[in-house]
């Protein structure tokens, strides 16, 4: 009696085990294409999986100041992806030019989700604008002068700062200012691999 249930577990044991050895036996059930580089295509390294964005979700406060406490006026636009909006406003002569401290009534914004940004400001004398969220200075950017009646402020905060093409020529810029490393075959001249040393290696799961 104990060798037949001996029997009956270890013919049961071996029926799982096909079964669990079947499932994983077709090579169709999972992708097998890679990311592939090209050996010749320039400056293809920096391929970015994170997608960090400058700003987050929620209400922002906009200042506009100026340099220095004068009367006058502004007006900029506010760009992201889910809003585009147009506001002005006036100075008084008596304006406190800190943003911390002052009277002048500052312009609210709402990200309804995560992003980037950019801000188009028009001053009549040189000014400032601030980014504030929650009471935390979030950016602030000086004016430049194009008349000296018009002074102007360009913010521009791209959705993702870490993948953006001058983020990426200044990472090639850093890591390879002679240009020497701009594809794989470069890299792999430049770096020993094509020396006669090298060993090919094949990997099957």
């Not at 940004?117 to 602030?140: G, H, R, W, Y």
């Not at 959705?159 to 983020?167: F, T």
Request: glycine fraction near 4%; charged fraction near 15%.
């Amino acid at each position: 009696m104990r060798c037949f249930f001996k029997r009956i577990i270890l013919s049961t044991l071996c029926f799982i085990s096909v079964i669990y050895l079947s499932a994983c036996s077709d090579p169709g059930d999972t992708d097998g294409s890679a990311f592939q580089i090209s050996a010749t295509t320039p400056n293809q390294f920096l391929t970015l999986l994170n997608q960090q964005m400058p700003l987050s979700q929620g209400t922002y406060e906009i200042y506009v100041l100026p340099q220095n406490s004068v009367a006058g006026n502004y007006n900029f636009n506010v760009v992201n992806n889910s809003i585009d909006v147009n506001f002005s406003g006036t100075w008084l002569s008596s304006v406190d030019v800190a943003w911390q401290s002052t009277a002048q009534a500052s312009h609210s914004i709402t990200l309804s989700q995560a992003g980037g940004l950019s801000i188009e400001a028009s001053c009549d004398s040189p000014c400032e604008v601030f980014l504030i969220k929650n009471t935390q200075l979030i950016m602030s950017q000086n004016s430049e002068e194009v008349s000296t009646t018009e002074h102007r402020v360009n913010v521009s905060l791209e959705d993702s700062g870490i993948s953006s093409v001058a983020y990426a020529n200044a990472y090639y810029k850093a890591v390879d200012a002679n240009s020497e490393r701009t594809t794989l075959s470069d890299w792999q001249t430049k770096n020993g691999f094509d020396q006669g040393f090298d060993v090919p290696v094949s990997y099957t799961h």
